[in-house]
């Protein structure tokens, strides 16, 4: 688990707050989304995208370190098994955090956080920048042959023409 930041935790001590994210991260991971209060979104982020990290690796030594933090088997075998199969070819940035309006009873910032599923889509900027890029090494390549040829050719003909 990231070292919590310095000052008042989310919950009264670290281990109620460790036991808590661990909850909501059981939750995510078996609901696919869920709608807690922003803080508590941010402070959940970086233990489920851990939690997929290890899911990816998919050794036994990673399943036990899952184990520790998520207890319930048959959600650490759906992480292990769909949902890391989903993330393989993420590089990472495996959930998203919306904001959403406050809550009515007391005006807390809430979010929703949630597993992004849509496949991995290149950036069109970058295609097309890769695609520029093969376009000018062929031109270059082409300009480069006929200049080498040229010189050779044009150099006997001056020589013919000076005698």
Do not use: C, W
Request: aromatic share 2%; net charge positive.
């Amino acid at each position: 688990m990231p070292r919590p930041k310095k000052g008042p935790r989310l919950a009264s001590s670290p281990a109620h707050e460790r036991l808590m994210l661990a909850n909501m991260a059981t939750s995510l991971f078996q609901n696919g989304r869920i709608t807690t209060t922003l803080p508590k979104a941010k402070r959940l982020r970086p233990l489920a995208e851990r939690l997929i990290t290890l899911a990816k690796r998919g050794d036994l030594h990673s399943r036990r370190r899952v184990m520790r933090v998520i207890r319930n088997k048959s959600v650490v075998h759906a992480l292990f098994t769909v949902i890391a199969e989903q993330m393989e070819q993420r590089e990472g940035g495996y959930t998203r955090i919306v904001k959403i309006a406050p809550r009515q009873g007391d005006n807390a910032a809430m979010a929703i956080i949630e597993l992004v599923t849509e496949p991995v889509s290149p950036k069109k900027a970058a295609v097309k920048e890769a695609e520029a890029a093969v376009k000018v090494a062929e031109e270059k390549a082409e300009e480069a042959a006929p200049v080498e040829e040229a010189p050779v050719e044009e150099a006997p003909a001056t020589e013919e023409a000076a005698e």
